[in-house]
């Protein structure tokens, strides 16, 4: 019942920019962690980004200094912006949450990004 509703993606040039959106279903403020992962094709979903309440943002070796996480827990809605885009960064993008428990909540839909000329 909890849902992730991603949005922003697009066909982009290498370094090029977006910004993907998410809203969430629940109260984010309650969550510790959300976050943002991706999957490409024939390769298996990775963390992107994470983001806490204390505010403190976490991002995978392959994004640091391309990549910012952002929070709004009054929207609740995530937000990652991506610069200095490689083709590599093309893939579906899912935001999420780890609920109480330490698990995942459902996968939504996604939002594609692909980065070619």
């Known amino acids: 019942q909890v849902r992730f509703v991603e949005s922003g993606g697009g066909v982009v040039q290498p370094g090029g920019s977006l910004r993907l959106s998410c809203a969430a279903s629940?109260?984010?403020?309650?969550?510790?962690?959300v976050g943002w992962y991706r999957q490409a094709p024939g390769k298996a979903r990775e963390r992107v980004a994470t983001?806490?309440?204390?505010?403190?943002?976490d991002y995978a070796d392959s994004v640091k200094g391309r990549c910012t996480i952002f929070r709004d827990n009054n929207k609740d809605t995530v937000t990652l912006d991506l610069n200095n885009l490689l083709p590599d960064d093309t893939a579906v993008y899912y935001c999420?949450?780890?609920?109480?428990?330490?698990?995942?909540?459902?996968w939504g839909q996604g939002t594609q990004v692909t980065v070619s000329s």
């Open positions: 983001i806490t309440n204390r505010g403190g943002p």
């Open positions: 629940i109260r984010i403020q309650y969550i510790r962690e």
């Open positions: 999420n949450a780890l609920g109480s428990t330490g698990f995942y909540f459902d």
